[in-house]
């Protein structure tokens, strides 16, 4: 018999992690430095391409223009230029002017924003775009974009005065406490080498005068096509037309026939450590942080892939030891991590930081000390490496089984690492073998050999934060001092092994059963009422392989509390979650699951309770048996929890008494909601009169009647073996006897809250290390009952195309903020069926506090404008673009059920002047393009089951509601 090809050769069969085959692990193999998968080239020019072809997201692709220039290029005089191309590259071009290129990212849905588009650093800046591609010329026209940016810039004088603003307010708002104290902290690490004082954002001086003559020569000095590389992962047909319009754009551009040899930078070593007490005023709180500087890893053989695996084994065992100290007794700090940073190109450090209390910070330091000491004398116990060696293992096993499902950016980045850092890229599938295949021949004394690595003796900078100067240099050195002289005498001794049990439900419960089943034939999903009464409605997917994804909700919150105990009841959620709200206590149940991927979390709410989980299918049992515990567990506070708890809680409310931002942000909510007690701030007097006995009861009680829950699940789950467990771990929670928070939807009680009547215009003024301001203009929400879905959604939509509009005026027109941000809040409002919904609709930005005045009545005279006139063909075909790109890419659009005037205004123009052809097509497209591309997430699915259950049409059949309440997108305006 002859063997014919076949023409569509059916797909291999995936195998699972389990069943990959391991390697030969040969230590000396070099990785290829070409990297896998992609079409990689260098064209005449000397610029570096890659083109991969990746199905997620669907006609979308992921675009970048990495370039090897960075701000530690910059002389003196030009400190904060490198900044300043950055953010002239959207100004203008020889072929794009006016801040053409932004408009363009916008009508075709790429929307701009801060940091959105484009970032500099000391040793490179990068420019991304993220774009439809399903028209033909997007791009080819994006590329052209990147093409312009790569040696067209445009850097006029009247260029760089238009910018100047949006960039000195984006050097005031680094200029906060955080900012303050990381440029102190990277002065001081990066002290004798020019990167001390090349942070990107540079120096105001030359911010405020630097000529365009200097920016112009910065940028023809250094930007040249062979420190650059253009990157393109998107969903292609082929790959070849996409190198051809790489080329097209790009070929035609000469090289410098002898440009400049990017020159690289040392950083000395210091034999003594370095130390530094800073004190700010602004400062969130007390801290530690310790840095371990040492040259930065080059990855070009197995054995690095291999070092790599056992550095991180040992960040993780060394965090977990961190954990179980900072919920210890009488801990010595709240919370304390490490982690390796790439610093700069040559340099590297174990960065060691800790929170604490307040003049708590030679204690934390000690601790944090002591215990790399510990590891260092009797290293980490064989359970401990056994843990980090489960979790990196399901790790790698969750990346390989949703190796097709990688999202273009993620590969993007890939690549722009290869290029930058000369990183390799192998491949998922040989990385996950080489890991399997290495992890479990990696013993405990190697993973404890790195804590060699955090010695005190050389390039070491320990740093502490305080609000109010209370250690000394002096006192760093002694307690350095001490443990050093600990570890020399041996007399630390090892840490206690704690007990943790192997299961999570020690008695499994009987299984109830299903009393009635509904297939939801618009949603494709099965809903289920269990013999305890919960409803549960889950929806099988092929989307992720290895996500399940659930949310429960029940009606019945903390507005049902009268005023005298809703402050101890709205800690419940706090005070139990320290103590431990599944059975066991957070420290012992962070190893009962290690090796498994799932995270369950609670929330109280003002009208809702809710319980939500992601997980992997292989651990969907985990999962419901964690909200089984959540049922069953009775919270009692011990004393030493609720200690920790409070000192945590007053250390955050004295954090925000310093903190100006919080006084501005705290007097608005005041204004807007009558100083209803829901809304104000928690001070410390308030924290001292908090009942946690009465805290932890109310947790207890909000999940304890199973038969009020509803449950949405969705995700890459089998039936035949999932349901068997909803009906053992959900279906298995006793029935309440009770009457236990059973609430009806439309009898809650509300907020008291209420909006001012008339204008106010106020000032509020706070003491500051450096002026700064931030401005919100307000306006009431008031939708009356009966509103439809679609006019929902119309704020949404105005919100976004006044947020458009400030930015347009404010930002590219007179160059005062950096970004503006329009919100619309409704969290006061119940969820009744009836009744009229209140809230606000807020604009928001940062300006130079001599120029707010001006610039509030610009945004006022913009929102009188879009009142009287309305806006442009133009500005609704953009703003539609963008919302739709953002649905189409899995984001949510926002859905607010409120309208304010202007809002309503518009509304009533377009439904008497009616839209133009352009905005019909563009609406129907959207229809189309959001029944077939907008179903592609679980959590879209999630949200939208919920959405109907929780909608304003949902009494009692969800599949109706389902079909009422998808989104129509303007279908009301716009009918054909």
């Given at each position: 018999m002859?063997?014919?090809?076949?023409?569509?050769?059916?797909?291999?069969k995936k195998y699972s992690f389990r069943s990959l085959k391991m390697v030969n692990v040969d230590l000396d193999q070099e990785f290829e430095h070409r990297p896998l998968g992609v079409d990689y080239g260098t064209l005449n020019n000397g610029l570096t391409y890659y083109v991969r072809s990746n199905p997620k997201p669907r006609l979308r692709a992921a675009l970048a223009l990495a370039v090897k220039v960075g701000s530690v290029l910059e002389e003196e005089n030009e400190r904060g230029v490198a900044h300043m191309v950055e953010h002239l590259a959207f100004s203008a071009t020889r072929r794009y002017t006016n801040h053409d290129i932004v408009k363009f990212l916008e009508s075709i849905g790429a929307e701009f924003g801060a940091c959105q588009n484009a970032v500099t650093s000391t040793d490179e800046t990068v420019y991304e775009l993220f774009?439809?591609?399903?028209?033909?010329?997007?791009?080819?026209?994006?590329?052209?974009?990147?093409?312009?940016?790569s040696s067209e810039i445009r850097v006029s004088k009247d260029d760089l005065e238009k910018e100047r603003g949006a960039i000195m307010e984006e050097y005031r708002g680094n200029r906060n406490a955080s900012g303050r104290m990381q440029v102190a902290h990277w002065a001081l690490v990066m002290e004798g080498s020019k990167y001390a004082g090349r942070l990107p954002?540079?120096?105001?001086?030359?911010?405020?005068?630097?000529?365009?003559?200097?920016?112009?020569q910065f940028y023809k000095k250094w930007y040249h096509l062979h420190n650059m590389a253009l990157i393109a992962v998107g969903d292609f047909p082929d790959t070849l037309s996409v190198v051809e319009l790489i080329r097209t754009h790009f070929e035609e551009k000469i090289s410098a026939l002898d440009p400049p040899i990017i020159p690289l930078f040392s950083v000395p070593s210091h034999e003594e450590p370095r130390f530094s007490c800073f004190v700010e005023s602004e400062a969130a709180g007390s801290a530690v942080m310790i840095s371990y500087k040492m040259p930065a890893d080059e990855m070009k053989t197995v054995k690095d892939y291999r070092d790599m695996l056992v550095e991180s084994m040992f960040l993780h065992a060394l965090n977990q030891r961190f954990f179980k100290i900072s919920r210890g007794k009488d801990p010595p700090y709240f919370s304390c991590s490490v982690a390796s940073d790439d610093l700069v190109r040559p340099l590297k450090a174990y960065v060691m930081?800790?929170?604490?209390?307040?003049?708590?910070?030679?204690?934390?330091?000690?601790?944090?000390?002591?215990?790399?000491?510990?590891?260092?004398?009797?290293?980490?116990?064989?359970?401990?490496?056994?843990?980090?060696?489960?979790?990196?293992?399901?790790?790698?096993?969750?990346?390989?089984?949703?190796?097709?499902?990688?999202?273009?950016?993620?590969?993007?980045?890939?690549?722009?690492?290869?290029?930058?850092?000369?990183?390799?890229?192998?491949?998922?599938?040989?990385?996950?073998?080489?890991?399997?295949?290495?992890l479990s021949y990696i013993s405990g004394s190697e993973v404890s050999k790195y804590a060699e690595k955090l010695q005190t003796s050389c390039n070491c900078v320990l740093k502490t934060i305080e609000p109010q100067a209370s250690a000394t240099i002096d006192h760093l050195k002694f307690v350095v001092s001490k443990i050093n002289n600990l570890e020399k005498e041996g007399s630390i001794i090892p840490r206690d092994e704690e007990y943790i049990p192997e299961e999570i439900v020690n008695v499994k419960p009987a299984p109830g059963y299903i009393v009635e089943q509904k297939e939801c034939s618009n949603i494709g999903a099965t809903e289920l009422t269990l013999s305890n009464g919960m409803r549960v409605c889950y929806k099988c997917t092929d989307f992720f392989d290895d996500q399940v994804i659930f949310t429960g909700f029940s009606y019945g919150g903390l507005s049902e509390l009268p005023e005298s105990e809703y402050l101890s009841c709205s800690?419940?959620?706090?005070?139990?979650?320290?103590?431990?709200?599944?059975?066991?206590?957070?420290?012992?149940?962070?190893?009962?699951?290690?090796?498994?991927?799932?995270?369950?979390?609670?929330?109280?709410?003002?009208?809702?309770?809710?319980?939500?989980?992601?997980?992997?299918?292989?651990?969907?049992?985990?999962?419901l048996q964690l909200v089984y515990q959540?049922?069953?567990?009775?919270?009692?506070?011990?004393?030493?929890?609720?200690?920790?708890?409070?000192?945590?809680?007053?250390?955050?409310?004295?954090?925000?008494?310093?903190?100006?931002?919080?006084?501005?942000?705290?007097?608005?909510?005041?204004?807007?909601?009558?100083?209803?007690?829901?809304?104000?701030?928690i001070r410390i007097s308030d924290l001292r009169k908090i009942d946690p006995v009465k805290a932890c009861e109310y947790f207890n009680s909000c999940f304890k009647n199973p038969s009020t829950f509803t449950v949405v699940i969705a995700g890459n789950i089998d039936p035949s073996v999932a349901v068997p467990l909803i009906l053992q771990y959900l279906g298995g929670i006793p029935k309440s006897s009770e009457a236990i928070f059973r609430y009806n939807r439309d009898g809650l009680k509300g907020l008291p809250f209420k909006f001012p009547k008339a204008v106010v215009r106020e000032v509020v003024r706070s003491p500051m290390v450096e002026a700064q301001c931030s401005v919100q203009l307000c306006f009431p929400v008031v939708l009356k009952n009966g509103t439809t879905e679609e006019e929902l959604q119309c704020v949404g939509f105005l919100g976004k195309l006044i947020e458009t509009k400030i930015l347009q005026v404010l930002r590219?027109?007179?160059?005062?903020?950096?970004?503006?941000?329009?919100?619309?809040?409704?969290?006061?409002?119940?969820?009744?069926?009836?009744?009229?919904?209140?809230?606000?609709?807020?604009?928001?930005?940062?300006?130079?506090?001599?120029?707010?005045?001006?610039?509030?009545?610009?945004?006022?005279?913009?929102?009188?404008?879009?009142?009287?006139?309305?806006?442009?063909?133009?500005?609704?075909?953009?703003?539609?673009?963008?919302?739709?790109?953002?649905?189409?890419?899995?984001?949510?659009?926002?859905?607010?059920?409120?309208?304010?005037?202007?809002?309503?205004?518009?509304?009533?123009?377009?439904?008497?002047?009616?839209?133009?052809?352009?905005?019909?097509?563009?609406?129907?497209?959207?229809?189309?393009?959001?029944?077939?591309?907008?179903?592609?997430?679980?959590?879209?699915?999630?949200?939208r089951i919920l959405g109907s259950y929780q909608s304003r049409v949902y009494y009692g059949d969800v599949d109706t509601s389902f079909k009422v309440v998808r989104p129509p997108v303007f279908k009301f305006l716009f009918s054909v």
């Open positions: 002859d063997l014919l090809p076949i023409e569509n050769p059916p797909m291999a774009v439809p591609i399903d028209k033909p010329h997007l791009l080819s026209q994006a590329i052209s974009v990147l093409a312009e940016i954002i540079g120096s105001e001086n030359v911010i405020r005068t630097v000529s365009s003559e200097t920016v112009k930081s800790s929170s604490c209390k307040e003049k708590g910070t030679l204690q934390a330091l000690e601790s944090m000390l002591f215990e790399v000491a510990r590891v260092r004398l009797h290293g980490f116990s064989e359970h401990e490496v056994s843990v980090v060696r489960a979790l990196l293992m399901s790790e790698i096993e969750s990346a390989y089984l949703e190796r097709d499902q990688m999202q273009s950016t993620s590969l993007r980045d890939e690549y722009i690492q290869h290029f930058i850092h000369n990183e390799p890229v192998i491949g998922l599938e040989y990385e996950a073998q080489l890991q399997k295949s290495i800690m419940g959620s706090t005070i139990a979650g320290e103590i431990g709200v599944f059975g066991h206590r957070p420290s012992v149940l962070m190893e009962m699951l290690a090796g498994k991927r799932v995270e369950v979390g609670t929330k109280l709410g003002a009208y809702m309770r809710a319980f939500s989980c992601d997980c992997s299918p292989s651990d969907l049992e985990t999962a959540l049922f069953k567990t009775n919270v009692i506070p011990g004393e030493e929890e609720v200690k920790i708890v409070m000192q945590m809680a007053e250390e955050a409310a004295r954090a925000q008494e310093r903190d100006p931002y919080t006084a501005f942000a705290n007097r608005v909510t005041e204004l807007n909601y009558g100083n209803s007690y829901f809304f104000r701030p590219f027109k007179y160059g005062q903020i950096y970004s503006a941000c329009v919100s619309v809040f409704l969290g006061g409002n119940k969820p009744s069926r009836i009744g009229d919904v209140r809230g606000d609709m807020s604009i928001n930005f940062s300006c130079d506090p001599e120029m707010s005045s001006k610039l509030v009545d610009l945004a006022l005279d913009e929102v009188v404008r879009l009142q009287e006139e309305g806006p442009t063909d133009q500005d609704v075909a953009t703003v539609l673009e963008i919302e739709q790109r953002a649905h189409e890419d899995g984001l949510q659009v926002n859905f607010f059920m409120c309208c304010v005037d202007l809002a309503l205004d518009e509304v009533v123009r377009l439904q008497e002047e009616g839209p133009t052809d352009q905005d019909v097509a563009t609406v129907l497209e959207i229809e189309q393009r959001a029944h077939e591309d907008g179903l592609q997430g679980n959590y879209f699915w999630l949200d």
